[in-house]
Nanobody
Framework: QVQLVESGGGLVQPGGSLRLSCAAS????????MGWYRQAPGKQRELVAQ???????NYADSVKGRFTISRDNAKNTVYLQMNSLKPEDTAVYYC??????????WGQGTQVTVSS
């Protein structure tokens, strides 16, 4: 069974940085869509950053220039480097995987809180 396990969340002051990790059980295909979503209290889940099946990256406008998605295929892990964090980045962050067979998987989520 495919599992996605996120880690790296926590409490950080505004302007600080965090790096989230998403470790997948089994191999990640380069054709898989891998991404990070977030959900703040009372809001809908939204896309933060994503690798398309072709390998290109997409970012939400609100995080462009601050967040960077990367992957290590040898470790079956996707990362989200978050810099210059703002209070509005506070949310539960979820890892997402969509396979070439259109199977969708979610991690359990990791809390990110940006507060002084």
């Amino acid at each position: 069974q495919v599992q996605l396990v996120e880690s790296g969340g926590g409490l950080v002051q505004p302007g600080g940085s965090l790096r989230l990790s998403c470790a997948a059980s089994g191999s990640i295909s380069r054709l898989d869509v891998m991404g990070w979503y977030r959900q703040a209290p009372g809001k809908q889940r939204e896309l933060v950053a994503q690798f398309s099946s072709g390998g290109s990256t997409n970012y939400a406008d609100s995080v462009k220039g601050r967040f960077t998605i990367s992957r290590d295929n040898a470790k079956n892990t996707v990362y989200l480097q978050m810099n210059s964090l703002k209070p509005e980045d506070t949310a539960v962050y979820y890892c997402n995987r969509v396979t070439v067979f259109h199977q969708t998987y979610w991690g359990q989520g990791t809390q990110v809180t940006v507060s002084s």
